[in-house]
């Protein structure tokens, strides 16, 4: 099976954050710092307040020069799937070809929060995708189509992505979850003749150990369980369903997150790679809970 190219594009070590409380100018510094490091990529996600994620990542496309840009991901309710594909390839464009397109289904409380409604997460991505595929390309270079990525956590969305999308991108996983996703997604590629997808993954991490550490990544955990999605794929994952409801217990906040010094937080990120990911988004946690914290990008540096 051959890959899809967006697995040469990403590389294998990338950084993501919505990058809250990190000033524009300040950014664009961590970006360069990102690159010297030997980091692959830099992922910008799609939160319900803040910056536009596709604007933000054209200003970083004109300032970087080697780095592989990702949204990671981009809302559908946030825009229509033309515009979504416009500015993919506005973005790739600007980066000469350096962009990874993201796009989720994101939750119902953040639907509503912009005003839609919430329909089967399935059908909505499958819909999407089908006006994805045919929204008018422009007068923009058609040579520079970027490679597309679905967030998925389910088997369904899983095999959509393998079939309809470059691939996938896990977020809050264990690398038992990537090991299952790795073999459905090339599964459903096999069968539908596809290339072999590329398995993004995401991977928060805490710089220290002991109660301080332990209580950042319940935060992170913590704030993501409130959203049925997650619920669900804990319990996929083999959690209880009360373990996977907030505050966390310390085996899934345990599961979820790498704490420890560099050495254990870069054997984490390892193991996703183990597992079968192609490509490891650091999520650099703070002591106090928050995002990001550049010790921690510097501390699992894989160019060190």
Known sequence: MTTDRAADLLGRHGVWSTWG??????????????????????????????????????????????LTLGAGVAAIQARDATAARAGARTLAEMSHGRFVMGLGVSHRSSAASRGHGYG?????????????????????????????VVAALGPRMLELAATRASGAFGYLVTSAWVREARRRL????????????????????????????????????????????????????????????TPPPDRLVDALVATGDEVALRARLEEMLTAGADHVALIPIAPNGTQPDPAVIRACAPAS
């Open 21 to 66: 409380g990190v000033g524009g100018d300040q950014l664009i510094e961590l970006a360069g710092e990102v690159a010297e490091l030997g980091y692959d990529a830099l992922w910008v996600n799609e939160g319900t307040a803040g910056r536009e994620p596709l604007a933000l990542l054209g200003a970083l496309a004109r300032s970087t020069e080697r």
């Open 120 to 148: 089967p997460p399935l059908d909505e991505m499958r819909r999407y995708l089908d006006a994805y595929e045919v929204a008018p390309s422009g007068a923009g270079p058609t040579d520079l189509e970027p490679p597309l």
């Open 186 to 245: 090339d599964d459903a590629a096999a069968r539908a003749g596809r290339p072999r997808p590329v398995l993004v993954v995401s991977q928060a991490a805490v710089l220290g150990s002991g109660d301080v550490a332990r209580e950042a990544a319940r935060v992170v955990v913590g704030h993501h369980l409130g959203q049925p999605n997650y619920q669900r794929n804990m319990v996929r994952m083999g959690f209880t369903a009360d373990e996977a409801r």
